[in-house]
């Protein structure tokens, strides 16, 4: 009696397995029907999932891929009121869901374009994901830290699994699964004070860079690179300190002129001015109407938080901490990450949106001396 009721048992759980995948590989059918065109694309998909192997580069996705994976970005950016005008134009008549490739020109137009990330810590891992996940098509890295467990409370690739690995080689891993197309290539080195020019020069410009996203957390090194980027005209998008803070929702984006209440940037604009000579000298804080006096737009983006720093240990002053992996000020993710998302955001709206494409405006004679002034 005991084993025909097992068998029984078998027998159902049998059926049932059967019944249930043949019902979910129906609706698998269904879904691919409904989607036409795209059935291969979703079966590539599930090749993709199968494989998991990362360090696979993997080439050759269909179009139809490329469309069903970033045409959410392509109609966000594509102004409808000219479409809807070519359509009225072309039919007579007014056709409520529009099934014309006009904002796939944005697609292309964002994978044809190259933006470098330079610092992938707290906020630039953050940026990273989001100008790929955004289509962008050439993504140059750049870092030389690994990644520390203290790493792990803000930095996308941080997790127990990565923890020693570079960081751009596990950002560009991520990047691959997110669009296998992307062409992402790694820098491994550090921005200073004696190579900005020269990486900007021979590493960003040759690669066709149409804009630098600067998220590095020291001084020195930002005032180089955005030096850098400002005498070789390279539009740049740069990041303020997060450290300290706690309300994301104080987070700005605003000419780099006008920044405040981020001591990173204060030093940053002042090394800007005085030490390459590439801004003019703000007023005097003596019998001037700060208010009243309006400076000129640097005409570079910067992402800054205007939430009050009320610890006292602010003791980050013009120092670095390129080389550490968490200052005394402590961090968190929705921060670090809201900075890097709001950064992110600005290139995109900037590379869709060609007019956009703002270049450093620098005093002409800062041209004529030398990267750094030699003592
Ligand atoms: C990939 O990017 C590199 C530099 O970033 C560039 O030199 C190269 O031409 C790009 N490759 C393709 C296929 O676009
Ligand atoms: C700031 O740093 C100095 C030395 O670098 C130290 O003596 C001082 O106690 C620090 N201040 C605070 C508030 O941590």
């Known amino acids: 009696m005991k084993s025909p009721a097992r068998l029984c048992i078998f027998l159902l759980t049998v059926f049932q397995l059967l019944f249930t995948s043949t019902s979910f590989s129906t609706q698998r059918i269904h879904q691919s029907r409904r ?35 970033f045409s959410g970005v392509g109609r966000l950016y594509h102004d409808p009121s000219q479409t809807k005008k070519q359509q009225e134009e072309e039919s007579g008549d007014v056709i409520a869901c529009s099934s014309d490739d006009a904002h796939m020109e944005v697609v292309e137009k964002l994978s044809k374009s190259t933006v470098a990330i330079v610092g992938i810590g707290g906020v630039g891992s953050w940026a990273a994901e989001a100008v790929c996940r955004s289509g962008v098509g050439n993504i140059i890295l750049m870092d030389l830290d690994d990644i520390c467990t203290s790493n792990i409370n803000r930095q996308l690739h941080a997790l127990s699994s990565t923890v020693g690995q570079m960081k751009i080689d596990e950002m560009k891993k991520r990047l691959l699964l997110i669009n296998p197309n992307c062409n992402v290539t790694l820098v491994h080195d550090f921005i200073g004070v004696d190579n900005a020019e020269d990486i900007v020069q021979t590493q960003f410009i040759p690669a066709g860079v149409d804009i630098i996203l600067d998220a590095i957390d020291g001084t020195d090194e930002k005032a180089a690179l955005i030096a850098a980027a400002c005498r070789n005209q390279v539009p740049v998008v740069t990041c303020g300190g997060a450290a300290g803070r706690v309300d994301p929702t104080q987070i700005v984006c605003d000419d780099l002129s006008k920044s405040n209440q981020c001591r990173l940037l204060f030093w940053c604009k ?52 390129l080389r550490t992996c968490d200052g005394p000020l402590g961090t968190a993710c929705f921060v670090t990450g809201t900075y890097g998302f709001v950064a992110a955001s600005k290139v995109i709206s900037m590379l869709a949106n060609e007019d956009e494409l703002i270049k450093p405006k620098i005093l002409k004679s800062a041209l004529a001396l030398p990267f750094v002034e030699s003592k």
């Open 35 to 69: 989607l036409g065109k795209y059935k291969e694309v979703v079966d590539t998909w599930a090749l993709y999932e199968v494989s998991g192997d990362t360090s696979i580069e993997l080439n050759g996705v269909p179009q139809e891929d490329i469309s069903l994976r």
């Open 270 to 321: 002042k090394q800007l001015r005085d030490k390459y000579k590439l801004f003019p000298k703000g007023p005097s804080t003596k019998g001037v109407n700060i208010k009243k006096h309006r400076t000129r737009k640097w005409r570079i983006w910067s992402v800054f938080s205007e939430e009050v720093i009320t610890k006292k240990n602010d003791n980050s002053s013009s120092t670095s901490s």
